[in-house]
């Protein structure tokens, strides 16, 4: 096990109706706020409705950034950023899924400096302050409320880019299971595999005696298998909401990698290609996963795929060779997602060729120089991946 520190500040409020505690929270940190959504969907389930009822309880005057996408892009961190400097914000709440939170980890920073945000992202400058801000989920599956990165995308260059600040650690993230009933279908799949996605690339490192780490890992990705299958067959069960928010929130949490670390290169992938493409990042995750499994199986690496097929599949070694007990856990997992619904090849997104695959593996080496740490990938290997996932 590698020397470790861990630190998490966030205060996580989690479970049925904690939707009521935003009142309480909130006026402990600002009394100017930036409330930050996606596309309206907030509005038409009653979550909008709950949320502003607690900011006119805490006595607070906020306004509005409505319209984060997915994948959210430069353009909207840059209006936040401009609503913040001219209203005099002093907390943001972001309400949403990943895309809501990362764009508002974005704003937190650049709203602090005259920099250009997008050096901030790329790591050319330095963060030196922060706007505090709370999250409230409405879509599981990225684990952004617990997390120190985001990811943003620059539609002008086509540049999807990660970055880590010490500001982008919510002051409060609230996960109530409540909020989530009425997500539909689509999306549910999306944020179970991302999940699921995480917690994987936890599971694929070299690291030594980690034996505790690894069975909690097995657990949760069990458990997450199960209780998907269980919840796309009954999208209003706030148990299977519950269970699935969880194992989002904890994936993210820096608790599950202790003392080593995961692998991330399908993680590099996705984000290039989703950047070339603006394809959904589960859907990409779901497509490019057991692809890289399958291109990275060899001889030596051999046993962590024999456990992961028995421990989480629970295949039968019985009279076959590690490498047979290792691909039938690959088939394991890719037939699970499909049988979700998840997309298995890029033509879900309507890429039928490999005429941007050259320009996805340039992206994904000039963000990730250093691309995987379980399997060490470079360009040709990128390109062999996507070809794969056709």
């Known amino acids: 096990m590698q020397p470790f520190m861990y630190y998490n500040p966030t205060k996580l409020l989690f479970g049925k109706d904690q939707i009521n505690q935003l009142s309480n929270e909130i006026g402990k940190y600002g009394r100017k706020i930036l409330l930050v959504y996606g596309g309206g969907s907030i509005k038409r389930n009653g979550v909008y409705e709950k949320i502003t009822y607690e900011l006119k309880k805490a006595n607070v005057e906020w306004v509005e950034l409505m319209g984060v996408a997915s994948n959210p892009k430069l353009s909207t961190v840059r209006r936040g950023i401009d609503i913040c400097k001219r209203e005099k914000i002093d907390f943001i709440l972001a309400v949403g899924g990943g895309s809501v939170i990362d764009c508002t980890k974005a704003i937190v920073v650049g709203a602090k400096t005259e920099a250009d945000v997008w050096n901030i992202i790329c ?158 990042h589960g859907g990409g995750m779901a497509i490019l996963f057991p692809k890289w499994m399958e291109y990275v199986l060899d001889d030596e690496n051999v046993s962590r795929f024999k456990r992961f097929a028995v421990n989480v599949f629970g295949v039968d070694p019985s009279g076959k060779s590690d490498k047979q007990v290792a691909q039938e856990g690959i088939e394991s997992l890719a037939n699970l997602w499909k049988e979700w619904g998840a997309p298995s090849s890029l033509e879900h997104y ?30 040709d290997d990128v390109l062999q991946i996507l070809q794969k996932s056709l």
């Open 123 to 280: 790591r050319k400058t330095r963060a030196i302050d922060g706007i505090p801000y709370g999250s409230i989920v409405t879509l599981a599956g990225t684990g952004a409320e617990l997390s120190l990165s985001a990811v943003i995308s620059n539609e002008e260059t086509k540049e999807k880019r990660a970055f880590v600040s010490s500001f982008s650690r919510a002051k409060f993230s609230i996960v109530d299971p409540t909020l989530m009933i009425s997500v539909p279908k689509k999306h549910t799949i999306n944020g179970v595999v991302d999940t699921m996605s995480h917690l994987l690339e936890h599971y694929f490192h070299h690291g030594n005696n980690t034996n505790i780490q690894d069975e909690f890992l097995e657990a949760a990705l069990r458990n997450v298998a199960t209780t998907g299958t269980k919840l796309l067959q009954d999208l209003s069960n706030e148990s299977y909401r519950e269970t699935i928010a969880y194992a989002s929130s904890i994936a993210l949490s820096d608790q599950m990698n202790m003392g080593f670390v995961g692998d991330w290169g399908t993680h590099h992938i996705e984000h290039a290609l989703s950047a070339v493409h603006d394809i959904p």
């Open 350 to 379: 309507d890429i039928h060729d490999d005429k941007t695959f050259s320009l996805i593996a340039h992206k994904t080496m000039e963000t990730a120089p250093n691309c995987g740490n379980f399997r060490r990938l470079q360009k």
